[in-house]
């Protein structure tokens, strides 16, 4: 079983991630009609800018954005970073979130690799999300690690959760009709050997995850911080306000 966090344990850091930023964002629209989701601001800065710097934060050199709706928008917008390395991976058919890092994964090596929601908003708590992934990352027991959220307290979400959650993190799916405490933030680091076996074609993340489960092999952790479910556009409205507001007391507690 996979051990308890703890930040002293040696540990691998992914050296490589991905952002998927290939989705259509119906729900957004009519925001996403000439504008891709990503590239939407939240709290200040785009999505896709505040999921690269996090990425950059914790030490990944390259990261590989896949891209389908309005591409040409958001291969521009990342012209003007200088890091992390980033390869844009286009899907001329949208591949949906397994389809789209299966078709990316010659680009990201053999080692397990950040993955990221490019429409995912989340401050860090006590320590960076990504720095605690990595540390309890146990390769010989994973095939996925997710970063998950508290059901009742992620801002604009409202939904009944995704998993149950075991002591060392072994996660099974919610029951019908059960109200599960957590939530998957869209964060993670997953294995290249996960995806061993694969459709071809377009399909869902929750295709690989069902197999890791009856494996035994799909954990999680807790987040810590603060996480926003930007999913419509008065969620926007909803996350600046509260990001604005926690940042500013943050800064009044400082002086």
Same mark, same amino acid.
């Given at each position: 079983?996979?051990?308890?966090?703890?930040?002293?344990?040696?540990?691998?850091?992914?050296?490589?991630?991905? @952002?998927?930023?290939?989705?259509?964002?119906?729900?957004?629209?009519?925001?996403?009609?000439? @504008?891709?989701?990503?590239?939407?601001?939240?709290?200040?800065?785009?999505?896709?800018?505040?999921?690269?710097?996090?990425?950059?934060?914790?030490?990944?050199?390259?990261?590989?954005?896949?891209?389908?709706?309005?591409?040409?928008?958001?291969?521009?917008?990342?012209?003007?970073?200088? *890091?992390? *390395?980033? @390869?844009?991976?286009?899907?001329?058919?949208?591949?949906?979130?397994?389809?789209?890092?299966?078709?990316?994964?010659?680009?990201?090596?053999?080692?397990?690799?950040?993955?990221?929601?490019? !429409?995912?908003?989340?401050? =860090? /708590? *006590?320590?960076?999300?990504?720095?605690?992934?990595?540390?309890?990352?146990?390769? !010989?027991?994973?095939?996925?690690?997710?970063?998950?959220?508290?059901?009742?307290?992620? *801002?604009?979400? =409202?939904?009944? /959760?995704?998993?149950?959650?075991?002591?060392?993190?072994?996660?099974?799916?919610?029951?019908?009709?059960?109200?599960?405490?957590?939530?998957?933030?869209?964060?993670?680091?997953?294995?290249?050997?996960?995806?061993?076996?694969?459709?071809?074609?377009?399909?869902?993340?929750?295709?690989?995850?069902?197999?890791?489960? !009856?494996?035994?092999?799909?954990?999680?952790?807790?987040? !810590?911080?603060?996480?926003?479910?930007?999913?419509?556009?008065?969620?926007?409205?909803?996350? =600046?306000?509260?990001?604005?507001?926690?940042?500013?007391?943050?800064?009044?507690?400082?002086?």
């Amino acid at each position: 079983m996979a051990a308890p966090v703890t930040p002293h344990r040696p540990h691998f850091v992914p050296g490589r991630g991905m @952002v998927l930023a290939a989705g259509l964002g119906l729900r957004m629209r009519p925001l996403t009609r000439n @504008v891709p989701k990503p590239l939407l601001e939240v709290g200040g800065a785009t999505m896709l800018d505040q999921a690269l710097d996090r990425l950059q934060d914790a030490g990944v050199s390259d990261v590989v954005v896949n891209t389908h709706w309005l591409p040409e928008q958001i291969e521009k917008h990342l012209e003007r970073r200088q *890091t992390p *390395t980033i @390869v844009i991976s286009r899907e001329d058919d949208l591949l949906e979130t397994g389809g789209g890092i299966a078709k990316a994964l010659p680009l990201l090596g053999t080692e397990p690799f950040y993955a990221a929601n490019a !429409d995912v908003v989340w401050r =860090d /708590g *006590t320590m960076p999300a990504l720095h605690r992934l990595a540390g309890a990352w146990v390769d !010989d027991d994973m095939d996925a690690l997710l970063l998950l959220a508290s059901t009742v307290r992620s *801002t604009g979400y =409202d939904g009944y /959760g995704d998993f149950l959650m075991d002591p060392v993190g072994l996660l099974r799916r919610r029951p019908e009709r059960v109200v599960a405490p957590f939530v998957f933030t869209g964060v993670q680091i997953l294995h290249p050997r996960l995806f061993d076996d694969a459709p071809a074609g377009a399909f869902s993340m929750n295709v690989l995850y069902d197999r890791a489960l !009856d494996a035994g092999r799909l954990f999680g952790i807790a987040h !810590d911080g603060d996480w926003y479910h930007v999913g419509t556009p008065p969620a926007i409205a909803q996350a =600046d306000a509260e990001i604005l507001e926690r940042e500013g007391s943050r800064v009044r507690l400082l002086f």
